[in-house]
């Protein structure tokens, strides 16, 4: 075809969904061996198969880690949680990747690297990040990597590093691993180690096995309940995996006698590595086959569900309503206090809906906000916690709860929402419409702008900070032409400005892109453009000023 390069031939593949050209991009991956700049967002390294996710790439991340788990810093071998290297080789390392484009053959290069260190390698193959989570503690392993890229397009890769508590890695850690493969970088990067990837002495590991033995233990849910109401119950249960590593998982939970009588329908299990051309989120739009499920059925009971790739994002439904994150949350928490009488605090990241903080306050029970990003639930999510979260959530549609894995868990959600009915015996929709009544009507939504180029980064932030010393608590701000006093302010990330009446609005600029971001929550649906209008005005006034 003449492509000079992966992206050029990317660009082809996604317009026409010409799967037969991905032997190029194999061929890409395999021969680039330009350097790139390693950076690990809020869930590890991702990047654009044989663009900058290549084989030479991926080498050089795995050294960093390695020589990471080398250090002799006290501190960071605290948070890895091992005592040394031979602590390392010792416990072992999970390697598993999600079902897209050459994920196995990333995973045995990261094998053959980290057998030629003398590790013990536990090999999971198509995973989800959530299983290894669970399998890492199971285990008592050292840590691991996993192949995923989680929800991004077809054309991406990823690298997730989880440490010895099975949670993602903080800072304190991907900094060092970032750092070490960037300097690599500079230095020419890794060798292809002749081999390395063949012949690999691994132990194969049943993460889905693990999985369950770890919910079994830790007691936050029945799993014997849940699947006896699946089994006995008048309901269905709809899971589309938009052709991603949760396939086969479902059936497991919940016993192979689901599927068999009807109860479990499973959506886009088959293999596709470019998922039918739609970006394998959990969205609202890509919710159209569940819909339709549990709008042909007739069972008293029906929960519609979709998940991410590599199972750690979800969205749910039932036949009269879709029901995000912000809500699901929120519902967790009144479910798991109120009904199942466990303890703690309500965690929850800066941009989420206040309909939690409505259910906490009224049964006492603190909430704490963190900064975007699951691995900032950390502090709260740890068993030896001195507030322990009873529900961990953000908007962007991950979940963990109290006694579970520290990453965000759809597979866990799933099994929660079975139980919430179960229990409740009510749908999804019906127990949200009943504390939407007892609580207050919360309508959140986000949106954004993009600004000038030259603003990338701290310039943008600077900019920015002048709305947080503008509009303090006890000051008054324009809604729609309706004067409204500033009961909160929150700096952890952005600037959120919490109104009189409950709602809010929060400007966060982006690092790496020349935008910012609006989350706001109204208490009408008629509310929202206003809120989202001086968001904007804000933002503008903001940036406009010397």
């Avoid at 998982?249 to 590595?273: I, N, Q, S």
């Avoid at 819909?291 to 008293?300: K, P």
């Avoid at 500033?486 to 020349?514: A, C, N, Q």
């Amino acid at each position: 075809m003449g492509v000079k390069s992966a992206e050029d031939c990317w660009k082809t593949i996604q317009k026409d969904l010409k799967a037969d050209l991905l032997p190029e991009i194999e061929r890409f991956a395999r021969e680039n061996d330009a350097p790139a700049r390693i950076v690990f967002g809020t869930s590890g390294w991702r990047g654009e198969i044989g663009t900058d996710f290549t084989f030479h790439n991926i080498r050089v991340v795995t050294r960093a880690i390695i020589e990471t788990l080398k250090t002799d810093d006290p501190g960071l071998r605290e948070a890895l949680g091992i005592r040394d290297f031979g602590d390392v080789r010792q416990r072992g390392v999970i390697v598993g990747h999600d079902n897209r484009f050459l994920g196995p053959e990333f995973a045995r290069e990261v094998m053959g690297m980290l057998a030629s260190e003398g590790m013990s390698v536990y090999y999971a193959g198509e995973t989800t990040t959530p299983e290894i989570s669970a399998s890492i503690v199971m285990r008592n392993a050292a840590c691991s990597i996993n192949i995923t890229p989680s929800h991004n397009p077809a054309n991406y890769s990823g690298l997730k590093f989880n440490p010895s508590d099975g949670g993602p890695a903080g800072s304190e850690i991907t900094d060092v691993i970032q750092a070490e493969a960037n300097a690599l970088m500079q230095k020419g990067g890794v060798e292809a180690a002749g081999g390395s990837a063949e012949g690999i002495d691994y132990e194969a590991v049943d993460t889905t096995g693990l999985y369950i033995k770890y919910v079994r233990s830790r007691g936050t849910l029945d799993l014997e309940r849940i699947r006896d109401f699946v089994a006995g119950g008048d309901c269905i249960v709809a899971v589309d995996h938009v052709h991603g590593a949760t396939r086969g998982r479902p059936e497991r939970l919940l016993g192979g006698e689901a599927k068999a009588r009807g109860k479990l329908v499973l959506l886009r299990t088959e293999d596709d590595f470019l998922f039918g051309g739609v970006a394998p989120e959990p969205s609202a739009r890509n919710m159209e086959g569940v819909e339709r499920v549990l709008g042909s059925s007739s069972a008293r009971f029906r929960l519609g569900v979709i998940m991410d790739p590599d199972g750690d994002r979800i969205r749910f439904a039932d036949h009269t309503m879709q029901i995000p994150m912000n809500y699901f949350g929120a519902m967790a928490l009144h479910f798991l206090h109120v009904h199942k009488g466990i303890e703690g605090v309500a965690v929850k990241s800066v941009g989420t809906s206040n309909f939690v903080n409505a259910i906490a306050e009224r049964h006492g029970v603190t909430v704490r906000e963190t900064k975007v990003g699951f691995k900032n639930f950390r502090p709260y999510l740890l068993p030896g916690a001195p507030e322990r979260a009873i529900v961990a959530f953000e908007e962007s549609d991950g979940i963990s709860g109290y006694n579970h894995t520290l990453e965000k868990d759809a597979l866990f959600a799933l099994l929660l929402a079975i139980e919430m009915i179960a229990t409740t015996g009510k749908n999804l929709g019906e127990y949200l419409e009943e504390l939407m009544d007892e609580y207050g009507r919360y309508y959140p939504d986000r949106s954004g702008i993009e600004v000038d180029r030259s603003l990338v980064g701290e310039p943008l932030k600077r900019k920015l900070e002048v709305i947080s010393e503008r509009y303090p608590p006890g000051s008054t701000i324009q809604i729609g032409g309706r004067p409204m006093k500033v009961r909160d302010l929150i700096t952890v990330d952005g600037t959120k400005i919490v109104l009189e009446d409950g709602s809010w609005l929060m400007i966060r600029p982006s690092g790496t892109e020349p935008k910012v971001r609006f989350y706001i929550e109204a208490r009408t649906i008629e509310e929202k453009d206003a809120i989202f209008e001086t968001a904007a005005r804000l933002t503008e006034e903001a940036i406009s000023a010397r």
